[in-house]
Each structure stands twice: as C-alpha cells, then as structure tokens.
C-alpha cells in the first residue's frame, strides 16, 4: 500500500469519525428537512437560500445538485450510510472536499452542512459560486 492511499483511507477515517462525532454532540443538526430546525445553516425549504443567515456561509462554496436524486452519505463512500436524499437543482453549501471513492471516475467527495451534515460525490453536484471548495 503506497504512502498516499494510506494518508487518504487516515484522512477518511478521521473525517468520518468527526462527523459521527458532531452528530452525536449536535442532535439539532439531525433534521430530517432541508429547513425549519435549529441546525439549519442558512438554507430554507427546497434549497432556497435564507438571506437572514448569509454570515454563516460567507467562506462557504455553493453547488447544485444534478443527479435526479443523490444519496448524501455518512462518509465519502457508496456502501456508507445514506443520511438524506437530495435531488436535481436542489442549492447546497459545500463545507469542505475529500478524496474518497471513485463515482463515475471522479473521487472528489463533498461534505455538505445542510441540515445535517452529509457527503456527496463531487460527480453530481456542480459548483455554482466564485468560492471554490475548501480541502478536508
């Protein structure tokens, strides 16, 4: 195993490990609803954004889903657990990008701060924003 492919399976490791974390410290942020609840970070319902909260996305990316439906997963792999659903032209903050597993050739994975905080493959959601997507 080569230096790298052990650098990101610790990277995954440990990102996976404080999401689970933050979601057992953050009940809040467990909405099942894109909005509505106390850990909404600044997007309403459907993905329309709240201006009354743009301070707290102000370094954040911005993309847009293009699959149909994606699977927002636990970690930034298929055989993770789905945390929600997002769907075609659904707007979501991107908090940060991970390699992870390859989906369709890409392995760029975005961890997405939503109402709960979820990975989705890079592959199907497209940057909208000037700011591009932090690393891990």
């Known amino acids: 195993m080569s230096l790298r492919s052990t650098l990101i399976r610790l990277a995954t490791a440990t990102a996976a490990c404080a999401l689970v974390s933050s979601v057992a410290v953050s009940p809040a942020l467990a909405d099942d609803e894109w909005g509505g609840g106390d850990g909404d970070p600044g997007f309403g319902q459907g993905g329309e954004h709240d201006h009354d909260h743009d301070h707290d996305h102000d370094r954040l990316a911005r993309g847009v889903v293009t699959a149909g439906t994606l699977f927002l997963r636990s970690a930034p792999n298929r055989g993770s657990q789905v945390i929600r659903v997002a769907h075609r032209g659904d707007v979501v903050s991107i908090f940060c990008k991970t390699p992870g597993q390859s989906v369709d050739g890409d392995n ?12 989705g493959a890079a592959r199907f959601i497209d940057v909208t924003s000037h700011e591009q997507p932090r690393w891990c």
Do not use: C, H, R
């Open 108 to 119: 760029i994975w975005y961890l997405l701060p939503d109402g709960t905080w979820a990975w």
